[in-house]
């Protein structure tokens, strides 16, 4: 991960606790202040690395989730790493980037520790029978691995990919009837980079798609879900004669049930729903932002990706001959998109938030 990309995940996070919301990621452990006690900040940092499985672990020192943004101490680092180091059995995971981030006129410290060589051990003080502890984070609370948790560290987990949203657009268009409906339809363009060999395959059922659609932060689930490479333009390929693969991805590729990611790509997402005709005009539709959101939950990964972002409303559509308003994704817009990672399987509560 470059630095750059270090200190936007670390500033996301901060604006997350500043607007009172849950950090929702399980990689991320907030620090008020630097740990005074190695022993116990040894055990802390091997359950949050284990319980990784694999994924990188970041620490911030200097932001609470009560109290916000306090800044961290002048600490020397060397140091303090190695008396939490010590009480490491055999290895200790890896630091692979130190940061500050300036935010609020104080500085935060990052720290992003690799947990590819999992299990770590730490030494039990006193020296008896029991000697070292496999340690594990349960939510907030340290607590010792269980035989299901080591079964997870023994069997080989997929790493879930690196995600970036290039593009996305919402469209809504009313439908006369009796009674009258809106069609909801948005599209995501993901550009997904895995980060090993293996292909990523991710089922279309194992998917959700929800919009904020209602002041307030009502959300609409969007069921019609459709995940596939980029396509070449119908016009380019209506030959009868000589048949043209649209398929414009040499590392993407898709069925009606799932895609298949075997390198670098850009993985299309479309979803759509019917809804109510909620009888508001056009003029006088309030939201000029609605929210999104995105769980995509590979095979084998044991996490989902979680994808959030926000679209502004367009004035002039890109469309005029579809649907009656749309919103989207402007590279000039102060709009952050932010990708999360959470063990375990699709939580429906993710439907808000």
Known sequence: MRRLELESWVLQVADRVNAHQPVEDGRVELKAEWPDDPYRAARRLAGHCNAALGEPALWIIGLDEERGVLGAEDTELADWLAQVRGHFADMSPALLTDINVPIEDRTLVALLFETDRAPYLVRVPGGGAVQTEVPWRDGTAVRSA?????????IPIQRLPSA???????????????????DWSLSVDVYVVPLNKEPIVIP???????????PGG??????NIHLGPQLRPLSATNSPVFPVDRNLSHTVRSTPSEVIINGPGLVCVSASAQAEDDGIDDAHF???????RLVLVPVHAGRHLRLDGALLRLREKLRPDQG???????????????VEQTQGGFDPQLERG
């Open 146 to 154: 269980r035989r299901e948790d080591l079964i997870r560290l023994l």
């Open 164 to 182: 970036k949203i290039l593009g996305a657009l919402l469209t809504r268009t009313r439908v006369a009837g009796s009674p009258a409906y809106v």
């Open 204 to 214: 279309v059922h194992e998917c959700a798609a929800y919009v904020d659609i209602a």
């Open 218 to 223: 009502s959300s609409l689930r969007l069921d």
């Open 286 to 292: 309030v939201l000029d932002t609605v929210l999104y």
């Open 324 to 338: 009656d308003a749309e919103w989207v994704m402007r590279r000039d817009a102060p709009i952050r998109s932010s």
